[in-house]
């Protein structure tokens, strides 16, 4: 199968949010501390009627529904979360309710779990899948979804809750270039979630965003290095030889740099770590003398830094992001509308940014254009590769029924949220620390708090079993 990638995609993320602005004075934190040094507008969260299995559910099911495919259509299912309520019984198991009318339970795939890489993990498995001697003409599906809760601190701001499934099959709108992913996995107790009664994780803060940003550089020195080695390859000649394609993203024949793609999609566990992180590719482009354009020549005063130096160093960071900044606006910023608006949805996080990417351009500025992106999950695993927009010749699933899809999102996310006051939100937190593992129990918020189509709680036995309806 030729252009293996994304078919079809869809979003969910629930209807309550709390107001960063409100939450800096609600936790006493000096005024822009969430808003202007994190980069935070708004944070989702759900309540007790929601848990992963129903967000996934609810996102599988509208996925579904809208490009109209049948259950017995598809031959493999993968789930990527972080958001445990079974150490043994996956989500995907759950999602099968939804195939059970159909008979098809020859669905390949399971959980994958790693922080907030395990969505890249379950989409990786799905392109492997078809491109591989096992596939048997059938769609995958893959759906992340996680809730991001923090206990009380400077943490508890970079919540959010959401989930997003993806269809893949060959001829698709959005191919993932072959032979082309770079990765980075180290054992490191950055962020962790060792204790199985509490929801939050234990987070060192700052080893995470170091974490992050040194595993950044592996990834995008080991890509540079594959596009070169590949850049023989048929998709990269394709590229080249494409008229489509912008100069930018045909300059450097054979190097990879800024330049070299049109978006670059980043994991946002906050929106002003992305603006650090596109700076600090720009390090790795000036160490290797490439980007003649940019005003780098404040940067030579630290070419001697240590690599460990270098991440500490702030005056260096600062110029950093100031060289970047044009190319940032250009190529990153207008993916951080979801991240921005609905908060770190944990693994649904680095598809957020692609979804608000594809909805801040007009169709014709898509098409033919690489974004590159990388997903990091702490712990720790990372991955970049890319995937180029193409002229996809599948009139079931095109990028125009793609880009219709998700605009209702866009309009959902501005016009049809509910807002909840900080106190409230603390006080409901506080709630749930104390039920969260009670058992029987029913959720004490109705349907009221639901979008129309979404899966809810219904209840959980003495067994723990839970039931689910959708509204
Ligand atoms: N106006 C403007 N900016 C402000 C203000 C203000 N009033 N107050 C503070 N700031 C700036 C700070 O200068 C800082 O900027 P800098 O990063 O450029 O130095 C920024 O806001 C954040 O302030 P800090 O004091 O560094 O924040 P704190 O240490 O309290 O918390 C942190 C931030 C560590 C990210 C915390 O929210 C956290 O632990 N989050 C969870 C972990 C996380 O998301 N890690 C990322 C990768 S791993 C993952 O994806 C889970």
């Given at each position: 199968p030729q252009n293996v990638g994304i078919l079809a995609m869809e979003c969910y993320f629930p209807l309550q949010f709390v107001d960063q602005e409100k939450l800096e004075q609600f936790d006493k934190?000096?005024?822009?501390?969430?808003?202007?040094?994190?980069?935070?507008s708004k944070m989702s969260f759900c309540l007790d009627n929601e848990d992963i299995n129903s967000i996934c559910l609810t996102v599988l099911n509208n996925l579904m529904e809208k490009y109209s495919i049948k259950p017995e259509e598809v031959g493999r299912l993968e789930v990527g979360t972080e958001t445990l309520i079974d150490k043994s019984k996956s989500v995907k198991s759950v999602l099968m309710s939804l195939f059970e009318k159909s008979g098809n339970t020859d669905v390949e795939g399971v959980d994958n779990v790693n922080a907030c890489f395990g969505g890249t993990a379950a989409l990786f498995n799905a392109i492997n899948w078809v491109e591989s001697s096992y596939w048997d003409g059938r769609y995958a599906i893959v759906v992340m979804g996680d809730i991001a809760l923090y206990a009380k601190g400077n943490a508890r701001p970079t919540g959010g809750a959401g989930a997003i499934a993806f269809l893949i099959g060959p001829d698709s709108p959005l191919v993932f270039e072959r032979g082309l992913r770079s990765n980075h996995i180290s054992h490191a107790y950055d962020f962790y979630k060792p204790?199985?009664?509490?929801?939050?994780p234990i987070v060192d803060g700052k080893l995470s965003v170091v974490c992050y940003l040194n595993a950044l550089d592996k990834c995008y020195q080991l890509y540079k290095k594959k596009f070169q080695n590949l850049s023989s390859i048929n998709a990269l000649n394709d590229l080249n030889n494409n008229d489509n394609y912008s100069n930018d993203e045909k300059k450097n024949n054979g190097n990879f740099n800024l330049?070299?793609?049109s978006a670059f999609l980043f994991h946002s566990p906050y929106c002003k770590l992305v603006q650090k992180s596109f700076a600090r590719l720009l390090w790795n482009d000036f160490l290797e003398n490439e980007l003649s354009e940019c005003q780098m020549n404040s940067l030579d005063q630290y070419k001697n830094l240590t690599n460990e130096e270098s991440f500490l160093d702030k005056q260096l960071e600062k110029e950093l992001v100031k060289a970047s900044e044009t190319l940032f606006k250009k190529?990153?910023?207008?993916?951080l509308l979801f991240a921005k608006e609905i908060g770190n949805m944990y693994t649904p996080s680095l598809y957020g940014c692609l979804a608000s990417h594809l909805l801040s351009k007009p169709i014709e500025n898509l098409r033919n254009t690489r974004l590159c992106l990388f997903s990091y999950g702490s712990g720790l695993a990372a991955s970049m590769y890319s995937i180029v927009i193409s002229e996809n010749k599948n009139e079931r699933f095109t990028l125009e029924k793609l880009l219709e899809n998700l605009e209702r999102h866009k309009t959902k996310l501005n016009e049809h949220r509910v807002e909840i006051e900080p106190e409230l939100y603390d006080k409901y937190l506080q709630q749930r620390e104390l039920t969260?593992?009670?058992?029987?129990r029913v959720p004490?918020?109705?349907?009221?708090t639901l979008y129309p189509g979404t899966w809810y709680l219904k209840s959980i036995d003495e067994n723990y079993k839970r039931k689910y309806e959708r509204v």
């Open positions: 934190v000096s005024s822009g501390k969430y808003t202007i040094g994190l980069g935070q204790v199985m009664d509490s929801e939050y330049n070299s793609a190529k990153t910023s207008p993916s969260n593992k009670k058992v029987p004490s918020f109705d349907t009221q």
